[in-house]
């Protein structure tokens, strides 16, 4: 075959180069056509669309033409044309083909319409369908403007450690790291095991939040944020949990609780604007298939302001909505851990926007945020979104060494493991506030899906760690 350098198919369906040859290289979605002449819809990951490859069978040989089927990979060289039936305004007419990867028959992506669940089982065959292809080039979208959005404010991209020995949410829901041998685990005089000739020395785990190393950084740096994998072995079999995820934490010294909900505020509609700038075409395709609304939705979210109010008023929402016959699965008072149900119908049923709850209980939040005058709450943040319940979580932190050195102890936060981090209060403390936006959870947003083992290329849930 003739060596003629590739060009990608976004770029083929954007030229009018016709009568150009050219060379396209890619997965067969379908093959259909006569006896005569066939036509092959290629797709090689660069957009949603495929381009259509019109072969004149009696040009080509027919043991080559046999493997030409659903899955296989192929290269092609030939005229692009303009095209009248394709529904593309380019086309190939194929002068060669060569087949560089067959594909037999028991390619499992051969019908259209595979249930998600069904997907989920060949998660590294489904980046071949339509959707996933498009979930994760906006996947890829979404995080280059997460950098943009920060990198243009003058924030700091700071990289916290994966490996920890402080559980900085405190709620014990950390997978440990070990190398020590299971079956012949070293007890101490107490009976408990003795870390000590563990690969650290010390008791670690997967981190569950880089916010605690973050702050160090926001104390020196001014402004950072961090990006990276966060592990949470919590058993909730949900739609919106995964045991790991991708975690954006911002930190922000001198902010306090009201710039941070601005800055929540103006992180999550600039992420929005910027699928719609950047991903229309997915977006557009996931539109049409799932969620007629999901175009809508997400406009509505950029023209609308976050509605911002206490957790005690909330309750009292919810209470009322309570004394009116609504029902919640879960008990709602002043005190109580709001469920996503509760979330949600603040967000869906009576504001029917977006919702910025603070100043929450503090026995129902972590021991560093900041303590109001009341002695009853902190200066927590929560952002609760449509369909999804809780997408940020964050707070201003208590800059005071005595309050956040007590209710560390009250909370059973041993200072052994984050006196490092009781050191920023002790050396030129400062307010500071930030938080964390789920990344996946943005996902679920941005796309319409419903599921968050569909945002992520290969989802770590209870019982499943494959691929
Ligand atoms: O509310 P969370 O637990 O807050 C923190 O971890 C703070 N340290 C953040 C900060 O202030 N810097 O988690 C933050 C967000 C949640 O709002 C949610 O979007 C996401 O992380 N999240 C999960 N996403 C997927 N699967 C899980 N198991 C998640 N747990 C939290
Ligand atoms: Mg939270």
Same mark, same amino acid.
Request: hydrophobic share 40%; proline share 3%; glycine share 8%.
């Given at each position: ?16 180069k016709f ?8 997965w067969?979605?379908t ?15 660069s957009?949603?669309?495929n381009?259509q490859?019109v072969?004149?069978? =009696?040009?080509f ?6 493997l030409?089927?659903?899955?296989a990979?192929?290269?092609?060289n030939?005229?692009?044309t303009e095209?009248?039936?394709s529904?593309?305004?380019?086309e190939v007419?194929?002068t060669?083909i060569?087949v560089?990867?067959a ?19 060949? /998660?590294?065959l ?7 292809g498009a ?10 403007a997460?950098h ?5 404010r ?9 490996v920890?020995?402080s ?8 997978f ?8 012949d ?19 670690t ?7 605690l190393?973050?702050?160090?950084? =926001?104390?020196s740096?001014? =402004? ?9 072995a919590?058993n909730?079999?949900t739609?919106?949990?995964? =045991?790991?995820f ?6 922000v ?12 505020e103006d #992180? ?6 910027w ?5 229309m ?14 175009i809508d ?20 929402i919810?209470?009322?909505?309570v ?6 699965e ?8 709001? /469920?996503s149900?509760?979330e ?6 009576h ?17 560093y945020?900041k303590?109001?005058e009341?002695g009853?709450t ?9 369909k999804i ?10 800059e ?6 007590r209710?560390?102890?009250e909370m059973?936060?041993?200072?052994k493991?984050?006196?490092?981090y009781?050191?920023?209060?002790r ?15 943005l996902?679920? #947003?941005?796309t319409g ?9 290969f ?6 760690a494959?691929?």
């Amino acid at each position: 075959m003739e060596k003629i350098s590739r060009t990608k198919i976004i770029d083929l369906l954007a030229s009018d180069k016709f009568g150009t040859t050219i060379n396209v290289k890619g997965w067969v979605r379908t093959r259909r056509g006569s006896k005569q002449v066939n036509f092959i819809a290629l797709n090689d990951g660069s957009t949603i669309n495929n381009i259509q490859v019109v072969v004149d069978l =009696a040009n080509f040989d027919e043991e080559m033409l046999k493997l030409i089927t659903t899955g296989a990979c192929i290269s092609v060289n030939g005229t692009l044309t303009e095209s009248v039936g394709s529904g593309q305004s380019a086309e190939v007419q194929a002068t060669e083909i060569e087949v560089l990867g067959a594909a037999d028959n028991t390619y499992p992506l051969q019908k259209k319409g595979h249930s998600m669940e069904f997907l989920r089982e060949v /998660a590294h065959l489904r980046p071949r369908t339509n959707t996933f292809g498009a979930i994760f080039r906006i996947r890829h979208h979404m995080a280059i403007a997460i950098h943009k959005f920060f990198h243009d404010r003058g924030f700091f991209y700071f990289h916290t450690p994966i490996v920890t020995g402080s559980d900085c949410e405190g709620a014990g829901q950390m997978f440990q790291v070990t190398t020590m041998n299971l079956y012949d685990l070293k007890h101490d005089e107490t009976g408990a095991i003795d870390y000590k000739n563990d690969f650290f020395g010390k008791q670690t785990s997967l981190t569950v939040s880089g916010q605690l190393e973050g702050e160090l950084a =926001a104390m020196s740096l001014g =402004a950072i944020y961090t990006f990276g994998p966060t592990f949470r072995a919590e058993n909730s079999n949900t739609p919106r949990h995964l =045991a790991e995820f991708w975690m954006i934490e911002p930190e922000v010294a001198f902010n306090e609780i009201e710039d941070n909900m601005q800055l929540a505020e103006d #992180f999550i509609k600039y992420c929005l604007q910027w699928a719609l700038d950047n991903c229309m075409d997915d977006i557009q395709f996931l539109n049409n298939m799932f969620d007629k609304e999901l175009i809508d939705r997400l406009n509505f979210v950029l023209s609308n302001e976050f509605v911002r109010l206490t957790y005690t008023e909330g309750v009292e929402i919810l209470e009322k909505a309570v004394a009116d016959g609504h029902k919640f699965e879960f008990p709602i008072f002043w005190g109580a851990d709001l /469920a996503s149900e509760h979330e949600r119908y603040l967000v869906e049923n009576h504001f029917k926007k977006p919702v910025i709850l603070t100043d929450y209980p503090k026995e129902i939040k972590s021991f560093y945020m900041k303590q109001n005058e009341d002695g009853k709450t902190v200066r927590a943040m929560d952002v609760l979104f449509p369909k999804i319940g809780e997408i940020i979580g964050g707070s201003q932190r208590e800059e005071d060494y005595e309050k956040l050195s007590r209710r560390a102890k009250e909370m059973g936060v041993p200072e052994k493991d984050i006196w490092w981090y009781m050191d920023t209060r002790r050396y030129g403390t400062a307010p500071h506030s930030g938080f964390g936006l789920g990344f996946e959870r943005l996902l679920l #947003f941005v796309t319409g899906m419903s599921n968050i083992r569909d945002v992520i290329p290969f989802p770590r849930t209870p019982n499943n760690a494959e691929f």
